[in-house]
Structures are given as C-alpha cells and as structure tokens.
C-alpha cells in the first residue's frame, strides 16, 4: 500500500534544504543583528486563544481555517494559524512587560491552516515572525519594515518596495467606517453576496476585496488616511519621512488592509518582481491593543509574518542558486573484517576532530568503494587493509587527482585537518 501526502502539505526534500537553511540562516542573522531574541511558543493552543476579539466576519472564516479538536480533559484546542496570538500569550505568561521596553523577539516555525493551496502557500508552512512590544514610535514601525525589507534584499530579490497604509485607530476609524459604509451603500445591488455580507459585518475587509465587480468601485472610495485623527496622522508621515529619509521606495495604498481586526495605524505589505502577479512577498503591521485582548496590560506592538515557502518558490523561480551544503570531507574504506574495525575507531576519531567523515559501508571491493567516494563527493579516501594494519599507517587518496599519500595511524587525524586550513 502506497501513501501520499495530504493536500495541502508538502515534503521538503535534500535539494530542497539548500535554499531552506540559506533563509532561516539569513532570518536568524538578521534578527540577532536588529537585536530581536528568539521564544518558541507551542503549536497547540487553546482554540479561544485565537479567536478572542474577532468580528463576526473574520471569525467566521477563521474558523472554517482551524484545525479543532477537542483534548482528551474537553478542552478545545487548535494546531496555531498564526503566530502572533501565542507570542502574545507567551509575553504575558511569563511576565515579560516587566521586562525593559521595547521587548524584542521572532520565532521561526510551522503554521496550520485549512486555505486553498497555492503556489507558495500551503495548509503547513513554516513563517518566520516578528514582534516588537512595548513601543508606540513610528521608528518602531519602520525597523520590522526594514528588517523584512533587508531580508529579501540580501537574499537577492529585485524590484522590492512597500505597500504602506494606515487604518487608523478605535478613536477615528469608527467615523471612516461610517464613510466607507455610506459609500458602498450607493452601490449595493452592484455589490457580490460576498461584500454585501461583508459591509455588513466587517466593512474594511470590502477593501481587499478579490471581486472584480468591486474592485471596479475602488478607485472613488474614501481613503483611511484622509480620515485619521491628528496622532494617527503625526503616526503616518512620520513613518513616510523615515522611510523617505533612507530612500526606502513605497507606495501608499489606501484599499490595503491586513486579514485580522486586531490592526492598528500601520498596515505594510513587501512587494517584489519574482512571483509576477503574486507580488505581495510578506505583511504586517501595527497591534496596539492586542496584549490586553489576552490579558495582559495595555502595551503597544507591532510585527510581521514571512513564509519561508514563498521565498524558498521565489528563488528558484529566479534562478538564485543558494551555496551548496557542506559534503563530507573523508570517507574510510577497508579490506577485511579486521581492516574495518580499524576504520570505524578512525572514523569516531576524525568526527571528535571535527572532521566531516562518512563509512564505507558493507564489504564490497575497494574498486567499489572508490566509486562510492567518488560518487559521495569527498576530497580524500582513506584506505585500511591488512597491509597497512600491518604497518600502523592508512593510505590517504586525494580524490581529485589520484594522489595517494602513505600516511602513520596516529597521525592522520592531524595530516587532514592541516590539509584542510
């Protein structure tokens, strides 16, 4: 019986980790550089957990996105969608609004979601996430723009710019709604089901909106920044004159919006020119208020969401070849029972030395094994056999040129280390 994997999820394979490991290297060492530290919080939390605070019309589909079951107690408990809920969570569990401000962190894990697969996009992926708690600076906002800005430009993606926002705040952006909601009301019967039932519940989703019937009304709707409240405002430019003053290139977007209600002021997308018509690469945006929804205490944020499967689809698609993984250096061949112990204990011997070393496993003829270290890409083949038991050596063989060099047991741990500076 022969198996396959769900819909949906993906196998990554050996060829595969060598764009994998060149990211999340890349993401970890952007972090570290930005000054963010790393937390892990599970895969499984309570359900209520990621639905708290939803309106009617994201929650609804949420829900439909969750992977639910209840636990063997009856709690109910989903695989996490997203990341920054249990950050969240984590921070206050732990106490962590104590700690000096601004509370710096990013996990790097799988997500769970039962969405229509695309290319790029499946029901597992693995996001990269970071939040910045604690800080209500628009240079705050700019620093997890440039640090995902800065991601994808060191991988070598071109033609990177911002898609930029902002949706106000609970103070202003009832008063827009008021507006959009008036503006669309003009057109209903034009409307799809879709947008009708979102103008009723959750009016700013109408804004991404992937209904050509409305997008065709997008070019006349009130705009969010042309409504926001004089701190919303200051918030705005000063994020634009910041990303101005480095030459940061944006456009602002006035229909862009982020999937979950719990956004605030800044809302950012980073675009590029590798997945043609898909060219958002990533999002994010600001979350003043989310740390309370959960309780904690009233703490601003801001953060953003990459999945690596994107980036991992884009390089390819662009012909970005990432540096090749490391092959084993040595590997140890043998004639004879005897021949072979000896080649394991020098095998152990070159691992503790920090050697990379692999086995010739088996007892095939050393003409074979030749092959096998040929084929396995190793700079040298040490050979053991009786002979060379016999005079406490080992036969080193440069692969490359088919040089053999005779070399003392006890000294060729040292001989492939200082061959190898």
């Excluded at 070393?357 to 050393?366: D, E, N, P, T």
Aim: with cysteine; glycine share 8%.
């Amino acid at each position: 019986m022969r198996f396959q994997t769900l819909k949906g999820f993906n196998d990554i394979l050996p060829e595969d980790y060598r764009y994998w490991r060149a990211v999340l290297a890349k993401a970890t060492e952007l972090s570290d550089r930005f000054g963010y530290e790393q937390v892990d919080p599970p895969i499984l939390e309570e359900t209520r957990l990621f639905m708290r605070g939803l309106q009617e019309g994201s929650a609804v589909v949420f829900d439909k996105e969750l992977y639910s079951f209840e636990d063997h107690d009856g709690t109910n408990i989903s695989l996490r969608p997203e990341f920054t809920a249990g950050v969240m969570r984590l921070y206050v569990e732990h106490g962590m609004h104590t700690r000096p401000k601004p509370v710096k962190l990013f996990a790097i894990g799988p997500l769970f979601r039962h969405e229509k697969p695309q290319a790029g996009r499946f029901r597992q992926h693995v996001q990269f996430n970071v939040e910045l708690l604690g800080e209500v600076d628009a240079a705050a906002d700019l620093e997890i723009m440039q640090l995902a800005y800065s991601l994808y430009d060191e991988l070598g993606f071109p033609g990177l710019t911002f898609q930029l926002n902002s949706i106000g705040c609970p103070q202003c952006r009832p008063a827009y709604i008021e507006k959009l909601v008036e503006y669309f009301d003009t057109y209903r019967d034009q409307l799809p089901e879709v947008d009708q039932r979102r103008l009723r519940v959750n009016p700013l989703r109408v804004l991404d909106t992937k209904e050509r019937a409305t997008m065709a009304l997008l070019a006349e709707v009130p705009r969010s920044i042309d409504h926001l409240c004089a701190e919303c405002a200051e918030h705005f430019n000063t994020l634009t004159a910041y990303l101005d003053a480095l030459a940061l290139p944006y456009i602002v977007n006035p229909n862009l919006v982020r999937g979950f209600d719990y956004y605030v002021r800044t809302v950012f997308e980073v675009w590029g020119e590798a997945l043609g018509a898909q060219n958002a690469l990533c999002g994010g945006g600001r979350y003043d208020g989310l740390v309370e929804s959960v309780g904690g205490p009233s703490t601003p944020g801001v953060g953003v969401g990459i999945g690596i499967e994107r980036i991992v689809l884009s390089l390819r698609a662009q012909g970005v070849e990432p540096a090749a993984l490391a092959q084993p250096q040595v590997m140890v061949l043998h004639r004879g029972a005897v021949a072979k112990t000896a080649a394991i204990r020098l095998l152990s011997q070159l691992r503790q030395a920090r050697i990379s070393a692999v086995l010739a496993f088996g007892s095939r003829s050393l003409k074979s094994q030749l092959k096998s270290a040929n084929r396995a890409g190793v700079r040298y083949a040490i050979i053991i056999g009786e002979d060379e038991l016999a005079r406490d050596a080992v036969v080193v063989r440069d692969m490359s040129n088919s040089e053999q060099t005779e070399v003392a047991s006890d000294q060729v741990v040292g001989w492939i280390t200082q061959s190898n500076e």
